[in-house]
């Protein structure tokens, strides 16, 4: 089986950085991908690492670490539109992805 | 293009009546999925298939039943509605190539509530 932990809540300033750190257990392993999803509305895709390092998009980058089977989102320059609850989630052999629990953010003003 | 599309958006049914949920994509992708949410977890896959005519259990297929006939189509089906399957249910979509950078796009979720 999969499995994937993930804190349930984080909270920052506008303006500053946030790191959400996300660790798996998996039989087989692809990669781990990234989904932001705002109250009422449907996940969309953030980003997604295959191989280890950092990659980065905008002011969201993420990390993976397939030795130590963890990787983080790291949200730079926070905008109230950041809050929202962010998934890391890994995928199976037919793309088919397991979640975690995911990370309510709140920025504050 | 309207991406994936999902009916109906809301929808109250008694406990033993039945349903079906409709999910269409015109990005003609071969993967789809459903999923469902429930407060404070994340979404879990009920089924899935990889292309027309094909479909698989996920992890909570339970009480759930789908179908593949057209490639731009997935419906989920409820026989016999129990008040555990009160979610939101999502689809989602996939063209299964990018060499593994896979992207999914999800529908606008379907809120169903089971009395």
């Keep these: 089986g999969q499995s994937l932990e993930q804190p349930s809540e984080v909270t920052a ?25 705002h109250d009422g509305g449907a996940p969309t895709f953030l980003s997604y690492n295959a191989l280890d390092g950092l990659e980065e998009t905008g002011r969201f980058s993420s990390f993976l670490s397939r030795s130590d089977s963890y990787g983080y989102l790291l949200l730079q320059e926070l905008q109230m539109k950041d809050s929202a609850s962010y998934f890391c989630a890994v995928p ?10 995911g990370t309510q953010l709140t920025v504050l003003p | 293009n309207a991406g994936v599309t999902q009916t109906p958006k809301f929808r109250v049914l008694k406990t033993g009546q039945s349903m079906t949920l409709l999910c269409a994509q015109d990005m003609n992708h071969e993967y789809m999925y ?22 698989a259990k996920g992890e909570v297929p339970d009480g759930y039943n789908v ?5 731009q189509n997935f419906l989920l089906g409820l026989e016999s509605a129990a008040p555990s399957q009160t979610s939101v249910y999502f689809c989602a979509s996939s063209d299964g190539t990018s060499g593994g950078r896979e ?8 809120r169903l509530l089971v009395l």
């Design chain 2, 34 to 55: 459903w999923y469902r949410q429930d407060p404070g977890m994340g979404l879990r896959l009920i089924h899935y298939s990889v292309g027309e005519g094909t479909t």
């Design chain 2, 67 to 71: 179908s593949r006939l057209k490639k």
């Design chain 2, 103 to 110: 992207t999914q796009y999800f529908g606008p979720g379907t």
């Design chain 1, 13 to 37: 300033v506008e303006g500053a950085i946030v790191q959400i750190n996300c660790t798996y257990q998996t039989s087989g392993f692809y990669g781990l991908s990234w989904y932001q999803q």
């Design chain 1, 92 to 101: 199976g052999s037919a793309r088919q992805l397991t979640f975690g629990s």
